[in-house]
């Protein structure tokens, strides 16, 4: 089967680093996205990741290593509208999308 | 004005109902997605077109059905609504640039089936 793992919940500092982990099992790989979902609003694209690697993107950046099938997005200088769900997608054989459930973050003061 | 449109933002209805979802967009894209998303779960696609006259099954398709009016407009229904079918119910677009298809999502609408 096909399986997107990431952790349920994570909290960090405002002003701090976080990284956020994705591990995924598909059949084939086409791509892998990251999206950011506050409560209650629709998913918004952050990055695309297809080759191994770190794509930078101001305060937030994506790591892709293909071989060991994980992914990090890290986001940097936390500010308290970071605060929201990290979706990890990844594009299989089919070039369908492959959800994981979502990291949901929490910036304390 | 919103890229992607959806109505109802909110429904509650009762088991055996028909019900339908539609979802409009502006962005000209050709690819449009129906997702349910329920707690502690990733989103699960339920049906997807890549064109008007295209219409595919996702994942969990059963008890649904869709209609491609025009390149803008894709509906979703729901035969007879079941309880298990309350969810958060998101239609998406997107358009490949090279490789990359990145997927702009509606506002979503949130379904009680009682």
């Known amino acids: 089967g096909q399986n997107i793992d990431q952790p349920t919940e994570m909290t960090a500092t405002e002003g701090a680093i976080v990284q956020i982990n994705c591990t995924y099992q598909?059949?084939?790989?086409?791509?892998l996205f990251w999206y950011q979902q506050h409560a209650g609003e629709a998913p918004t694209f952050l990055s695309y990741n297809v080759l191994d690697g770190l794509e930078e993107k101001g305060r937030f950046s994506s790591f892709l290593s293909r071989s060991k099938g994980y992914s990090y997005l890290l986001l940097k200088e936390l500010q308290m509208k970071d605060s929201a769900s990290y979706l990890c997608a990844v594009r299989d054989s089919n070039y369908q999308l492959i959800w994981g459930a979502g990291t949901k973050l929490i910036i304390k003061p | 004005d919103a890229d992607v449109t959806q109505t109802p933002r909110n429904r509650i209805t009762k088991t055996g109902k028909r019900i339908m979802l539609e979802c409009s967009q502006t962005?000209?894209?050709?690819?449009m997605y129906w997702y349910r998303q329920d707690p502690g779960l990733g989103l699960r696609l339920i049906y997807y077109s890549f064109d008007v006259k295209d219409i595919n099954k996702g994942e969990i398709s059963d008890g649904y059905s869709v209609s491609r009016q025009a390149q803008a407009k894709f509906s979703l229904s729901l035969e007879s609504a079941i309880p298990n079918q309350t969810a958060l119910y998101f239609c998406?677009?997107?358009?490949?640039?090279?490789?990359?298809?990145?997927?702009?999502f509606g506002p979503g609408t949130r379904l009680l089936v009682l």
């Open positions: 998406a677009t997107s358009d490949l640039f090279g490789d990359q298809e990145t997927q702009y």
């Open positions: 962005k000209g894209h050709d690819r």
């Open positions: 598909t059949s084939g790989f086409n791509g």
